[in-house]
């Protein structure tokens, strides 16, 4: 039987050096997340765990491949297979990226940025409105980090998520690590970011850890790499974060040098009790 929500918890993508162990032990989180493209197969092991694990779990089922942002079509063949997939498994979310990763017959292994403009907004609104068309549902746009500013952009990137949440339905994915990656890069103020963010279109929260570097300038530079706990200041913000939303269904994502499940559920324990401990000062304020 599917299940129908994401609970307001934290969750972990699904990896399959942990199926067993998932199996086993019955972990005690919220959803595991899968990135779509990865079970577009017709079947083998991937899908018997999968279909397993969803007897116990939520799934959020998470896009990398449409290409939302960029300016061709977007792929009929592709989207029949998400479609697919989503009638095979009835995830309670699906989501996917505000990024372009594919350009005439190439495919590039990278989300990367547009610029904010009408007619870019334009565009990503009919690409949502034909993605949730096709899927018959929902769907969740995740906000990107970026290393780059375009200088035709015209429009903030907080006010450009809203108007497409707003003219076509669709809710948004807060990545709070995504936020940090950015505001450092670009030199603005990640909380600033949050404080003005349409959280009343948000499903979802993502959490990861960067790595850091310099730039030419020996600026501090962030990679948003998902390989290694998530950093003291991105917890900070996701308090702050959730001091606005409530309590929602919150990723951790760690897809680069993945480690032993229990380090994992580490993540999840300081996720929860994030949780516990900023939500009940939100309700004595």
């Not at 499903?203 to 570097?213: M, R």
């Not at 300038?217 to 200041?233: C, F, K, N, Q, T």
Request: proline share 7%.
């Amino acid at each position: 039987m599917p299940f129908d929500t994401l609970p307001a918890r934290p969750g972990l993508g699904l990896k399959p050096q942990h199926y067993a162990q998932i199996l086993a032990h019955k972990p005690d989180l919220g959803f595991f997340e899968v990135h779509a493209e990865n079970y577009m197969g017709e079947g083998g092991p991937p899908h018997r765990y999968l279909a397993a694990i969803c007897e116990n779990y939520p799934l959020s089922l998470h896009g990398v491949g449409l290409s939302i942002g960029g300016e061709a079509p977007l792929d009929r063949d592709h989207l029949k297979r998400l479609r697919a997939l989503v009638e095979r498994y009835q995830p309670a979310s699906f989501s996917e990226h505000l990024a372009w990763s594919s350009h005439d017959e190439g495919y590039l292994n990278d989300l990367l940025p547009v610029p904010y403009t009408p007619q870019t907004l334009d565009r990503v609104v009919s690409h949502v409105d034909e993605v949730q068309q096709v899927l018959g549902r929902r769907m969740l746009l995740e906000n990107p980090s970026t290393y780059v500013l375009f200088e035709e952009s015209t429009i903030e990137e907080v006010d450009f998520l809203a108007a497409i949440a707003d003219r076509t339905g669709c809710g948004l994915l807060l990545d709070v690590n995504n936020v940090m990656v950015s505001a450092v890069n670009h030199r603005l103020d990640p909380v600033a970011y949050i404080d003005r963010f349409p959280v009343h279109h948000v499903g979802e929260i993502h959490l990861a850890g960067y790595d850091e570097t310099t730039d030419d300038a020996g600026e501090r530079l962030l990679i948003d790499v998902h390989g290694s706990r998530v950093r003291p200041d991105v917890f900070e913000l996701y308090r702050h974060t959730i001091i606005r939303t409530g309590a929602l269904p919150t990723l951790i994502e760690w897809d680069n040098n993945v480690p032993a499940f229990d380090v994992l559920m580490d993540e999840v324990r300081l996720v929860d009790e994030g949780l516990d401990g900023t939500l009940n000062r939100r309700l004595a304020s």
